[in-house]
Each structure stands twice: as C-alpha cells, then as structure tokens.
C-alpha cells in the first residue's frame, strides 16, 4: 500500500505540499489585506472601484494567456452557448460580490465581510444539499445549526440581519455552484469571465470619462495607479490558488481559507477600530464554533477516506523506493 507520513497524508501528497501550502497562505494572507488596499480608494465609488477591477482583470489574464499561450480553450468555449451563458451568470454574480465587498469595506463594514467569508463555506454545503442533492452527515448538520443561531442572534441582538454577510456569502457560493458547472480552470474561467463583464464595466468607465467624473487621470496619482492595479491585486491571489489547489488536498485547502477572514477581522476591529461588543463576540463565537466543528469533522472525514483508499490498492512504492526517493522540487 501506499506510505502513509505522520500527518495521516500519503507520500505522494507530501511531496509538492510545501509548496502548495506556500502558495495557499500566500493567497489567502493577500485576500485577507485586501481590505486595506480598498481603503486607500475610499475616496473613488465602489461601482467605479468594480469596473476598473473588471477592465484591468481583463487585461492582467489576457497578458498572461499570451505568456503561456493557452488559446485552445476558446475555441471550444465558443461553440458551447450554454457554457457561455452559466459563466456569463458567473461574472454578474462576482460583480455583485465584489461591489458589496467593496462598498461594505470603505462604508466600515470590514468586521460584517469578514463574518461573510466566516460563514461562506457553511452557506456553499447547504447549496450542495439544496441543488446537487449532496447528503451531510451528523457533525455537519451539527456545524450549519451553530452558524444558523449565531446569525439569528446578531440579528435580534441588533435587529436587523447582516445582510452584507449574507450576500457575500450566497453569492460567492453561488459563484462556486456555476463554476462546477463548467469545465474551465481558474485562469480561463477569470478571462472568459472579466471579457463577458468588460463591455457594460468600459461603458461605464468611458460614461463617467465624458462627464467629467471619473478618477482614473484625474484624481491624486497614488489612486490612479492603485486603480490600474486592481487587475494585478485580483488576479495575483488568484493564481496562487489556483497554483495550490494543484498541489495540497482540498479539506487542507479547506482548513487554510479560513486565513483571509481571520485577518479581515482582526484589521476590521484592531486597524479600523470598528465596534466588537459582547454581543458580537457571542454571535461570531457560534459561528466560529461551527466552523471549528465542520472543519475538524471534514479534516478526520478525508484522512479516513484517504487510508481507506490506500489501504486497499497494491504496493506500488517500497520501502526503498521511498528511502530513495528524490527530495522535492524547491526551485
């Protein structure tokens, strides 16, 4: 059978793991710092702040497709109307998700966004039951209850519900529900994205242009290149995802994507110096228990599922195959 390594992980997922994981706290810690690169634009409108993230996006991944010239996929994709449309759908819902981001970030909201990438992982489960018929078991439905009372606290507590939470939580599992269903990667998916997104978002830009109000040229030159950057800032994080996805299994990806709320929140409370009472602090605690929950529970699930695998297929490595194995790649 397969060699099995201390942390329940066999050998051939080690190998490249460190720099998986490497590639994963990168992007992680690079979206949880976002918030502060989105404060630096508060003086320029969240719908202005998304088209140009949209239009630079664009350009960024279209540089880097000529790069590796990987063209062959559009040809394909083009022939294919309904793939178009779902992906079509798929960058509409990420704008939304990005303007509500955006605008939750520079309105003093960076605390609620953080609780809706707390709870994103929970909402994209209760998607899979709801659409893909998946089923859960005990601990997960367990982990949903405990982030259900916490939200239903915060919103009596404070007598309203956090709706930017829960839109940016719906959406982005929304966004990941149609992105199953299409076949392209991270890379393809983000071009064929940003270009079906680029017409209405360049309209904009060139409406706000002709009448005087845009910023790109006419603002402080910092805000000017932070907005051509915006495609750098998106699609940098991206690849590094990507790149790690590749390379470490996902329910250690899973544990990992708590990184970017977790420094949202601590920027939101400790930079910002937004408000975190008790109240709140009994409302994020549930949740955070329920995400402790599903995580520990989906971490054992897959280590299981992992030695039951192995377990049963036939020895492919020795014990001196693995002795003599070459060291990974660290270059």
Same mark, same amino acid.
């Given at each position: 059978?397969?060699?099995?390594?201390?942390?329940?992980?066999?050998?051939?997922?080690?190998?490249?793991?460190?720099?998986?994981?490497?590639?994963?706290?990168?992007?992680?810690?690079?979206?949880?710092?976002?918030?502060?690169?989105?404060?630096?634009?508060?003086?320029?409108?969240?719908?202005?702040?998304?088209?140009?993230?949209?239009?630079?996006?664009?350009?960024?991944?279209?540089?880097?497709?000529?790069?590796?010239?990987?063209?062959?996929?559009?040809?394909?994709?083009?022939?294919?109307?309904?793939?178009?449309?779902?992906?079509?759908?798929?960058?509409?819902?990420?704008?939304?998700?990005?303007?509500?981001?955006?605008?939750?970030?520079?309105?003093?909201?960076?605390?609620?966004?953080?609780?809706?990438?707390?709870?994103?992982?929970?909402?994209?489960?209760?998607?899979?039951?709801?659409?893909?018929?998946?089923?859960?078991?005990?601990?997960?439905?367990?982990?949903?209850?405990?982030?259900?009372?916490?939200?239903?606290?915060?919103?009596?507590?404070?007598?309203?519900?956090?709706?930017?939470? *829960?839109? /940016?939580?719906? =959406?982005?599992? @929304?966004?990941?529900?149609?992105?199953?269903? %299409?076949? #392209?990667?991270? $890379?393809? +998916?983000?071009?064929?994205?940003?270009?079906?997104?680029?017409?209405?978002?360049?309209?904009?830009?060139?409406? *706000?242009? /002709?009448?005087? =109000?845009?910023? @790109?040229?006419?603002?402080?030159?910092?805000? %000017?290149? #932070?907005?051509? $950057?915006? +495609?750098?800032?998106?699609?940098?994080?991206?690849?590094?995802?990507?790149?790690?996805?590749?390379?470490?299994? *996902?329910?250690?990806?899973?544990?990992?994507?708590?990184?970017?709320?977790?420094?949202?929140?601590?920027?939101?409370?400790? $930079?910002?110096?937004?408000?975190?009472?008790?109240?709140?602090?009994?409302?994020?605690?549930?949740?955070?228990?329920?995400? *402790?929950?599903?995580?520990?529970?989906?971490?054992?699930?897959?280590?299981?599922?992992?030695?039951?695998?192995?377990?049963?297929?036939?020895?492919?490595?020795?014990?001196?195959?693995?002795?003599?194995?070459?060291?990974?790649?660290?270059?």
């Amino acid at each position: 059978m397969w060699p099995i390594t201390p942390t329940g992980w066999p050998l051939e997922f080690c190998r490249p793991m460190n720099r998986g994981l490497l590639y994963a706290i990168g992007a992680y810690t690079l979206w949880g710092l976002l918030p502060i690169y989105w404060k630096a634009l508060h003086a320029v409108p969240a719908t202005e702040i998304v088209s140009h993230r949209m239009a630079w996006s664009l350009l960024f991944v279209l540089a880097l497709l000529a790069l590796k010239q990987r063209w062959a996929w559009l040809g394909a994709v083009s022939r294919q109307p309904k793939t178009l449309l779902i992906v079509f759908l798929a960058g509409c819902i990420l704008a939304a998700n990005w303007l509500t981001y955006v605008w939750g970030v520079n309105a003093g909201y960076v605390v609620e966004t953080s609780l809706g990438y707390f709870i994103n992982p929970l909402v994209s489960v209760l998607m899979g039951v709801i659409f893909l018929r998946e089923r859960l078991r005990g601990w997960q439905w367990l982990a949903i209850g405990f982030a259900l009372v916490g939200v239903l606290y915060l919103t009596l507590r404070y007598g309203t519900l956090p709706w930017i939470a *829960l839109v /940016l939580a719906l =959406s982005f599992a @929304l966004y990941g529900l149609l992105k199953k269903a %299409t076949p #392209l990667n991270a $890379l393809e +998916g983000l071009s064929l994205e940003t270009a079906l997104m680029f017409p209405p978002a360049f309209g904009y830009l060139l409406f *706000l242009e /002709l009448n005087g =109000s845009g910023s @790109l040229g006419h603002a402080n030159p910092t805000i %000017t290149l #932070l907005l051509v $950057l915006t +495609g750098v800032a998106t699609g940098v994080p991206l690849l590094m995802f990507s790149a790690a996805a590749r390379r470490i299994p *996902l329910s250690m990806l899973g544990i990992l994507q708590y990184i970017a709320p977790t420094f949202q929140f601590l920027l939101g409370v400790y $930079l910002y110096h937004e408000p975190f009472d008790q109240s709140r602090l009994i409302g994020f605690g549930l949740i955070w228990t329920a995400l *402790l929950i599903y995580s520990v529970e989906g971490f054992l699930a897959r280590r299981g599922q992992l030695r039951y695998r192995y377990s049963t297929q036939p020895a492919e490595i020795s014990h001196v195959d693995m002795v003599a194995a070459p060291k990974p790649d660290r270059h």
